[in-house]
């Protein structure tokens, strides 16, 4: 029986998870999971929302740690998440994707001489100005399980050096909630509500801090907005760091004069399903965004110069526009005139399966023993 402390944290966190708790909960001979929530994010419909909508269990542990610099942050996370595994004393901490809660986490284990698996091990943009790209770097440098989402990023852990024992390809744990909320996201009645019904529309979010803390950048950004909105509607629900930038920057009267960029409150899981599911295109700066619409086969521009996930661009609808005013409404307008193309090319392993795959590495590596650091 493994005890496995799953670890979630941010908004991007909880569709990860979701599947392999439900997963563990299923095979409950083999596993004993227990849900961790360090409090990165907190507000109801940041955190509150995705649980209700996603189906996980109330945390067994909240840390409450909220927001703060990064240093700030990363080391709150670890001094609460410390004692928690001690007294849990797990067989396996499990920790997702690239957010600050991921590398803390992974930090106080490797100290402790805890095994750690990472899911979505392996992603990089190469730039490491991007806070998320240095949480990926390093935890992935000490966790003991590697599990990637893709090919690519099996090459990228060989070429930093990582045995390859300690990597195992998986697939895109966010599909599984991807694909097994579809049908239920259909009860959702945002589009109705915002009036969207049988018209194109986009779908747009923006919080990366290259394009939100930089008021030139977000500038240029909104520019190319105002241009877009005079074909479609742009709806767009606003991140709590975005919407902290646009008072900041005196943006909110720039942002009124465009009527057709309607700014709304962050969604939940299924209702921005809904939304983005039905949109005629969607533009992002978020790296999940990127994966989802090229599951479900929806034209997206990544507002950035880089992704982590090329998958998406090689395989997927994904097109890297950057964040030039010129080049992103071409882009906008090229997806407009092209015909509706709704065949989803999907990458392997990207099938709904990933958890169970997820749940027999951690098996396996546990019965052969290799990768791990010994003591226990
Ligand atoms: C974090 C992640 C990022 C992820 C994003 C998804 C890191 C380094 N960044 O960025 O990878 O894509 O989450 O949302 O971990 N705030 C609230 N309520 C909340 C949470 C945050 O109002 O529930 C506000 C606070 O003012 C906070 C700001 O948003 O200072 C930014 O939050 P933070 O968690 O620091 O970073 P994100 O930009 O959300």
Not at 217 to 223: S, Y
Not at 333 to 348: E, G, H, S, T, Y
């Amino acid at each position: 029986m493994l005890r496995v402390l799953n670890v979630v944290g941010a908004r991007p966190n909880f569709m990860k998870v979701a599947p392999i708790v439900e997963a563990m909960k299923r095979r409950a001979s083999a596993f004993t999971p227990r849900v961790v929530h360090t409090g990165q994010h907190y507000d109801a419909q940041m955190s509150d929302a995705f649980f209700r909508d996603l189906g996980l269990p109330e945390p067994d542990v909240y840390l409450g740690v909220g927001s703060g610099s990064h240093a700030a942050q990363t080391a709150a996370v670890m001094k609460s998440f410390e004692p928690v595994v001690m007294e849990e004393k797990p067989d396996w901490v499990l920790v997702v994707g690239d957010v600050n809660s991921t590398l803390a986490c992974a930090l106080v284990c490797s100290k402790l001489l805890i095994k750690v698996a990472h899911v979505e091990a392996g992603l990089r943009s190469r730039d490491r100005t991007m806070p998320e790209e240095i949480n990926r770097l390093l935890t992935d440098q000490i966790a003991d399980l590697l599990l990637t989402p893709s090919r690519d990023a099996d090459e990228n852990l060989l070429a930093e050096g990582i045995p390859e024992h300690r990597i195992r390809f998986v697939g895109n744990v966010m599909i599984d909630s991807l694909f097994s909320q579809l049908k239920r996201a259909e009860a959702s009645t945002v589009r109705e509500d915002l009036g969207l019904t049988g018209k194109d529309y986009a779908a747009l979010t923006l919080h990366r801090p290259s394009n939100v803390d930089d008021a030139v950048t977000f500038k240029r950004i909104l520019a190319a907005l105002e241009e877009i909105s005079q074909r479609l509607p742009i709806i767009f629900p606003v991140h709590p760091r975005t919407r902290a930038r646009i008072a900041e920057f005196g943006f909110a009267d720039l942002i009124e004069r465009v009527p057709n960029l309607r700014l709304i409150e962050p969604l939940g899981y299924l209702d921005f399903l809904r939304l983005y599911s039905g949109a005629r295109l969607v533009l992002t700066d978020s790296g999940g965004i990127q994966e989802e619409t090229t599951a479900l086969g929806i034209p997206c521009l990544t507002l950035r110069e880089n992704t982590e996930r090329p998958i998406t661009v090689e395989m997927g609808t994904n097109i890297i526009v950057g964040t030039e005013t010129e080049r992103i409404t071409r882009a906008a307008f090229n997806v407009l005139a092209a015909p509706r193309d709704k065949q989803a090319r999907i990458p392997p392993l990207w099938d709904g399966h990933t958890a169970d795959r997820i749940l027999d590495a951690l098996l396996e590596r546990e019965g052969n023993g290799k990768g791990l650091k010994g003591v226990k």
